[in-house]
């Protein structure tokens, strides 16, 4: 259904540093309020992955995109369908929000 081409990962570390390094990068949360309640990345554009086809034009274009998602498995649908729609730069967060961004200690909000 979407473009079979491979979306590449990124690590937490390199996610936090393209973050403070002030890079221009767009931090999409694919994760419903339930898995949200952990946390979110302060930045990030919360987009359920069930409203994605909805709701995908508010996500910038000539940004990079970080998809993240609870523990990475969803990353790769919502890359391919971001594909189809015309986004180029885009990545996914190695391992999702619980064993990536927040195991490693990382700030969230609530």
């Given at each position: 259904?979407?473009?079979?081409?491979?979306?590449?990962?990124?690590?937490?570390?390199?996610?936090?540093?393209?973050?403070?390094?002030?890079?221009?990068?767009?931090?999409?949360?694919?994760?419903?309020?339930?898995?949200?309640?952990?946390?979110?990345i302060e930045v990030s554009l919360?987009?359920?992955?069930?409203?994605?086809?909805?709701?995908?034009?508010?996500?910038?274009?000539?940004k990079k995109i970080v998809i993240?998602?609870?523990?990475?498995?969803?990353?790769?649908?919502?890359?391919?369908?971001?594909?189809?729609?015309?986004?180029?730069?885009?990545?996914?967060?190695?391992?999702?929000?619980?064993?990536?961004?927040?195991?490693?200690?990382?700030?969230?909000?609530?």
């Amino acid at each position: 259904m979407f473009p079979k081409v491979d979306i590449p990962q990124i690590s937490a570390a390199e996610l936090k540093a393209m973050l403070e390094g002030m890079e221009p990068v767009t931090v999409v949360d694919v994760r419903d309020d339930k898995d949200g309640e952990a946390g979110r990345i302060e930045v990030s554009l919360n987009i359920v992955l069930v409203e994605l086809m909805a709701r995908f034009q508010e996500i910038p274009k000539g940004k990079k995109i970080v998809i993240v998602d609870l523990h990475g498995k969803q990353t790769l649908v919502t890359g391919r369908y971001l594909v189809s729609k015309g986004y180029t730069d885009i990545v996914r967060l190695d391992k999702g929000m619980k064993a990536g961004w927040i195991d490693a200690g990382y700030p969230v909000v609530k």
